[in-house]
Structures are given as structure tokens and as C-alpha cells.
């Protein structure tokens, strides 16, 4: 099966930088995503990784070490509206994703 | 469509009472997801359609969970004698490839099932 872990809570302030951590446990990998979801709304999509390395997406980028079941999300340059749940969700065989619980971020002025 | 349309929003149930949510997805979108978000919780997996055969429903949690696309493009997810531990936001997705090619899934606004 699939085991997701990122923290719960973070809390970071305008303009600063913030990193989020996934770890995973799998018995299968095809792919890390992250996605963003603010109160009452749809999961977006933010970021891919299945290669090794930093995919960078203007303010956001995402690191992939698959040797070390590990993922960071990284927000640059934190504006109020970046306030939301991230959700690292991996993929298994057969495309199918499991998410963590996600962690929420404050961004305080 | 714009984009993944589920309806109702909302949706309160008496429980016992059977309960039919639908998802409209991206026109021409093979993949269809539905998952199930409890409060405070990241979405976990129910089942999986691609175009109209459902290739993974391991992740219903009872038999009284049923989920269909007949035409390969709406789907409706169904519960049956609705328990209060059913209360969460019902979440669909939909990706223009097969869930093997790992294309980004857009989600719907979910429809949150309230039982009573």
C-alpha cells in the first residue's frame, strides 16, 4: 500500500518563502503530484514530479528524490492568497493516487 | 464543459435513505476518478473509469457504494442506505489520458453529503 506524511500545520508570513515536506512509503511509484485546495473547494493542480531533480513553476517549485521517498513543495515570494491546503498525492501502478492529509498553510501579513 | 461539473452542491440525507451524486467531466476526458474527503483529510480513493469500463473500484468501502459511467461520460457514484459515517465531500475527477499515462486529474467542487 501507500503511506503519505506532511506535516499539518505550517504558518509562514508575506513575502517569505515556505517549504512544505512529503515523505512516502509505496509499493509502487509513478509519479508525485501536489496540489493546492482552499477551504470549501477543488484540489488544483500545482506541480508533477517522477524524474529526480526541481521542477520549477514561477513562484512554486517541487523536488523529487525517489531514492529517499521524498518530496518538498517550495512557495516563493508567500502572498495572503497562498493561504490553502497543499496535498501531496503519489501514484502508484495502474495511475491510481493516494494523498496525504495535506497541511495547511497560513500566511500571515 | 469549462470544467468538472458535480451536482448537487450539497445534499442532506435522512439516514437509510439512498443518495445519487453526478459528475459531468471535461468533454473527451478518458479518465474518471471519484474519491471521498473527509474534514481535515486528503481525498482517498474510491474507484476508477476509464471511458466507460470501471478498472478499479477497490477503494469503495461497502457494497452499498455503486458507481457507473454507462456512455463513458457522465458518472454517477450511488449509496444506498445512507450511514452517518458516509458524511464527506464526494470529490470526481477527470484527466484527458488513461490514468497509466499520469495526466494531470481536475477536480470538481465535490458534492458534500450531510446524513442525519
Known amino acids: 500500500g501507500q503511506n503519505i506524511d506532511q506535516p499539518t500545520e505550517m504558518t509562514a508570513t508575506e513575502g517569505a518563502i515556505v517549504q512544505i515536506n512529503c515523505t512516502y512509503q509505496?509499493?509502487?511509484?509513478?509519479?508525485l503530484f501536489w496540489y493546492q485546495q482552499h477551504a470549501g473547494e477543488a484540489p488544483t493542480f500545482l506541480s508533477y514530479n517522477v524524474l529526480d531533480g526541481l521542477e520549477e513553476k514561477g513562484r512554486f517549485s517541487s523536488f523529487l528524490s525517489r531514492s529517499k521517498g521524498y518530496s518538498y513543495l517550495l512557495l516563493k515570494e508567500l502572498q495572503m492568497k497562498d493561504s490553502a491546503s497543499y496535498l501531496c498525492?503519489?501514484?502508484?501502478?495502474?495511475?491510481?493516487?493516494?494523498f496525504g492529509d495535506g497541511t495547511t498553510l497560513t500566511v500571515k501579513p | 464543459g469549462a470544467g468538472v461539473s458535480q451536482s448537487p452542491r450539497y445534499k442532506v440525507a435522512k439516514r437509510g435513505q439512498d443518495v445519487a451524486l453526478r459528475c459531468d467531466p471535461i468533454s473527451g476526458h478518458v479518465s474518471l476518478f471519484w474519491y471521498q474527503q473527509a474534514l481535515g483529510q486528503g481525498p482517498e480513493f474510491l474507484t476508477y473509469?476509464?471511458?466507460?469500463?470501471?478498472?478499479?473500484k477497490s477503494g469503495l468501502p461497502s457494497d452499498r457504494f455503486f458507481a457507473e459511467r454507462p456512455e463513458g461520460s457522465v458518472s454517477t457514484l450511488k449509496i444506498q442506505r445512507t450511514q452517518q459515517e458516509d458524511s464527506a465531500v464526494y470529490l470526481c475527477?477527470?484527466?484527458?489520458?488513461?490514468?497509466?499515462?499520469?495526466?494531470?486529474?481536475?477536480f470538481g467542487q465535490g458534492t458534500r453529503l450531510t446524513v442525519v
Open positions: 473509469f476509464q471511458n466507460e469500463a470501471q478498472l478499479d
Open positions: 498525492a503519489v501514484n502508484g501502478n495502474a495511475g491510481k493516487s493516494t
Open positions: 509505496t509499493s509502487g511509484f509513478n509519479g
Open positions: 475527477a477527470s484527466s484527458l489520458g488513461a490514468a497509466s499515462k499520469n495526466t494531470e486529474a481536475f
